[in-house]
């Protein structure tokens, strides 16, 4: 546990260095630590949210007081919110007047980060890294949430780098990613990394160049995985026509671009023991366009559904934050239980409230109050499916039924969880939901298997068959909480995808 500190109003008073000095020191530090050490970036005014929270960087109070202290709070636009890394090295705040600093100068773990006049010393030099951390150039440390806490006015520090989620900083604007860039791409630049990475109709990383599914045929039960035409492009449907000639095919698998082995078996398969009310889906149910490209998506009817036992290879567990996305359809849908991606029980069975953290899309509502007709994007969060952060009306739920939809969600594991629903081919996110957990669920008790076309308690001898509809094209599970720029810039790639 991270000490907490007691912060004065005002840092001692140290000499100003004279603008010859500021140079000079500047100049230094790039000779000593290198170019590469400080980020130089193009003016670029923004907040900075974490990874953790989904909370911005905040001046505490919005005050303009030297060395008042940094914490945490709710991304409102406010000035003491906005964050320019300069050429020099600064990390400049309210307008650019403030510079970032360490509370007397100091340099140890546990020091509280303030506000001071941009003054040039060496406690002011920060840099940017690729992982999302902001490090002291001086000290080395690594701007921290103090006690990895997500609540509002939780001070921020300097702490040890150790690659948690609560040190690592997204900017709304987010950097830009090289042409050919994938979801999964803009979410590690985000500094929210793909764990789990799943598709049947395009690759998810810009260099990924592996299987995206494996096909069975009825013929001779001999099965084929299909690919990609290039790395980082579309399924090669034409292996998938080629190989399922004059029989019939099902998916028996869809296999994870992350590289951590969380590909997904239908249930009823020897990879997932002890399931049998399961089958696979039809491999040619529907064929799709996308880039230009012929597809096939994983086309979900009840008696079908898919399973990973992915706790031990980096799903988020307990009240871990995540964020998930998928790709599905508002024209194939029922009101049949449940049609989930996302994370679940490693039992398979309904072990208690925050036991799964799921995205669900279909025409069920459980506790009233959705509006229209559906389907609706809700959260699977076990013992409910979740229109927002009740079991009431929320107004700003709307139904999905295009045919191609973006439906997300992310919850901090402790306090906070959204809900974005978007047509797939155009436009942005319409937000849900955004706030507080339903009742009985904070903190989350996460297990990090992953569920997709069915509820937690589905398929185990004794359990409850799936008795959902819906249909598949991608998705992808993340560790932390994802920024909305990095929401915004996943839905931008979706809608360039060219589903069609």
């Known amino acids: 546990m991270q000490p907490s500190s007691a912060l004065p109003q005002r840092p001692a008073r140290r000499p100003r260095l004279s603008a010859f000095a500021a140079v000079c020191v500047t100049a230094l530090l790039t000779v000593l630590l290198g170019t590469a050490s400080t980020w130089s970036a193009s003016a670029a005014v923004a907040p900075l949210v974490s990874s953790a929270s989904g909370r911005c960087l905040d001046v505490k109070g919005n005050a303009d007081t030297p060395g008042t202290a940094l914490d945490i709070w709710d991304c409102d636009g406010r000035a003491g919110q906005s964050y320019e890394f300069t050429s020099a090295g600064e990390l400049r705040t309210k307008g650019g007047t403030r510079c970032v600093d360490a509370l007397d100068s100091r340099t140890t773990p546990g020091t509280p980060a303030v506000i001071g006049s941009c003054d040039g010393r060496p406690t002011q030099m920060w840099r940017q890294n690729p992982d999302g951390t902001v490090t002291g150039v001086r000290s080395g440390l690594c701007l921290d949430v103090n006690g990895a806490a997500t609540a509002n006015g939780t001070a921020v520090i300097q702490w040890t780098c150790n690659g948690q989620s609560n040190q690592k900083w997204s900017s709304l604007t987010p950097p830009p990613t090289p042409d050919g860039s994938g979801p999964c791409d803009l979410y590690a630049t985000g500094g929210t990394p793909c764990v789990a990475a799943h598709s049947t109709v395009r690759a998810l990383y810009g260099s990924y160049r592996g299987a995206l599914y494996q096909v069975r045929r009825s013929s001779d039960n001999t ?14 449907a034409a292996a998938q026509d080629a190989f399922c000639a004059g029989t019939s095919c099902v998916i028996t698998v869809v296999r994870d671009q992350s590289g951590r082995g969380n590909d997904l078996w239908y249930q009823g398969s020897a990879q997932v023991p002890g399931s049998s009310q399961s089958s696979p889906a039809k491999a040619t149910s529907e064929a799709l366009t996308a880039g230009g490209n012929k597809a096939y998506s994983l086309y979900i009817n009840p008696g079908n559904s898919y399973w990973r036992d992915g706790h ?189």
Request: net charge neutral; charged share 15%; hydrophobic share 35%.
């Open 223 to 236: 099965t084929r995985d299909i690919g990609v035409l290039a790395a980082g492009g579309y399924a090669d």
């Open 312 to 500: 031990l290879t980096g799903v988020p567990t307990g009240a871990a934050p995540e964020g998930a996305y998928m790709v599905t359809s508002g024209t194939h849908v029922n009101n049949g239980c449940c049609f989930d991606y996302g994370n679940s029980e490693t039992t398979r069975k309904a072990d208690a409230a925050g036991a799964m953290d799921a995205i669900n899309f279909g025409t069920q509502c459980w506790f009233g109050g959705c509006s229209g007709s559906g389907p609706w994007v809700q959260a699977d969060l076990e013992w409910g499916l979740f229109p927002g952060g009740s079991q009431s009306w929320n107004p700003n739920q709307r139904a999905f039924p295009s045919k191609f939809v973006t439906a997300m969600l992310k919850n901090n594991g402790t306090s906070r969880f959204a809900l974005k629903g978007a047509n797939a081919q155009s436009g942005g996110l319409t937000t849900l939901w955004d706030g507080g957990l339903p009742g009985g669920y904070n903190p989350m008790k996460k297990q990090g298997a992953i569920i997709l076309g069915s509820g937690g308690d589905c398929c185990k001898p004794g359990g409850g068959a799936n008795l959902s509809a819906g249909t598949f094209y991608e998705g992808a599970i993340v560790a932390g909480y994802p920024s909305d720029a990095t929401d915004n810039a996943v839905q931008a790639n979706i809608t360039a995808a060219g589903y069609r």
